[in-house]
Structure formats: structure tokens, C-alpha cells
């Protein structure tokens, strides 16, 4: 390699970590903190809105089947309770400094809402499924569990870490966004 070539790589290698640390000031790496939080919360308001439309739909269909509206209730309701409990258990280990992703009791509370809102959303897709004529639109969802189970625990660490991170006034802020993630009862949706 000519001495010019050895110049011109030495010259873009430090440019490339001039870049690079350029990227990672403290300042970016709070936007990107601020991104994965509002990444979390997005998905748990997405999945809050979701699980509160189909609910909506099987108060529309289910009301002419007693059995069927009663089941689409009780997996409604169970959905509505593990998601609750997840939030509240998030609420804890923020407080308390436990970590989410080395939280028994979260992985329990995340694993159970999972499974039971992908259980409620399944059976209202499946109804709808069973339908003449014309089908009301559903709301996208995560189908499959484990893919629940791996974006919420995704999102809870965003959020435990960029709670850790926050000032005390932020940090009462993102509980209180946190409160309001909990999902609508089941009578709520049927006004």
C-alpha cells in the first residue's frame, strides 16, 4: 500500500470514529432512550385500543348469542385483568428498582397477558371468520404469543430504562402514562 493510501485510510478511520462518537453523545443517546420509550408506550396504548375495539365489535355481534357474548365478556374481562396486573407490576419494579427482565413476577404478569389477550382477540377474529356477509374491519394485532411475550418485554425494559434515567418530575410522569394504559371494563365498552 502507497504511503498517500495509508494516509487516506488513517484519515477516513478517524473520521469514521469522529462520526461515530458523534452519534453517541449524551444527548442522542437521551433521543434514542426518549424513542425507545415512546416505542413502549405506543405499543402498550396500541395494545389497550386493539383489545377495547374488538371488545366493541363482540358488543356488536355477540348480543344475539348469549353464550357467545358471556364467553367474549370472560375472555375480555381476564385479558383486561393480566394487562392491568402487568401494568402494575411494571409500576413496582420501576419504583422499587427492579429490573423487569430479571423479574420473575413480570415475566409471570407478561406471559399470562399475553396469552390472554391473544386468546380474546382470537376468538373475536374467529367469530367475525364465521360471518355472512359483510365483516367489520379488526384492528391489527400480534397473533402469536411468544411474538407478544418478546415485544412487551421489549418494551418494558425500554421503559424501566429510561424511567432510571429521568429526573424525579419525569419520572412521575411516565407512572402517570403508565396509569393510563389500563384497559376500559367490558361495561365501559357497552354504553
Not at 452519534?23 to 389497550?48: M, N, V, W, Y
Not at 429510561?162 to 365498552?189: C, G, P, V
Amino acid at each position: 500500500m502507497t504511503r498517500h493510501c495509508k494516509s487516506f485510510v488513517t484519515r477516513r478511520a478517524f473520521l469514521a470514529a469522529v462520526s461515530a462518537s458523534a452519534a453517541c453523545t449524551p444527548a442522542r443517546a437521551q433521543q434514542a432512550e426518549q424513542g425507545g420509550f415512546s416505542d413502549a408506550i405506543r405499543l402498550f396504548a396500541h395494545e389497550k385500543s386493539a383489545a377495547e375495539q374488538y371488545g366493541v365489535i363482540l358488543v356488536t355481534l355477540g348480543k344475539s348469542n348469549v353464550a357467545l357474548y358471556l364467553q367474549g365478556i370472560k375472555l375480555y374481562a381476564d385479558a383486561k385483568a393480566e394487562f392491568d396486573g402487568l401494568i402494575a407490576e411494571l409500576r413496582f419494579d420501576l419504583q422499587s428498582g427492579q429490573q423487569p427482565a430479571t423479574s420473575a413476577k413480570f415475566n409471570d404478569a407478561l406471559k399470562a397477558a399475553a396469552e390472554k389477550r391473544v386468546a380474546f382477540t382470537s376468538f373475536v377474529s374467529d367469530e367475525i371468520a364465521k360471518m355472512q356477509g359483510a365483516r367489520p374491519g379488526l384492528p391489527d394485532v400480534i397473533q402469536v404469543v411468544p411474538d407478544l411475550v418478546k415485544a412487551i418485554t421489549e418494551a418494558g425494559i425500554s421503559v424501566w430504562k429510561t424511567y432510571h434515567q429521568a429526573a424525579a418530575e419525569r419520572r412521575d410522569a411516565m407512572l402517570n402514562q403508565l396509569d393510563q394504559l389500563k384497559w376500559q371494563s367490558f361495561a365501559q365498552l357497552a354504553k
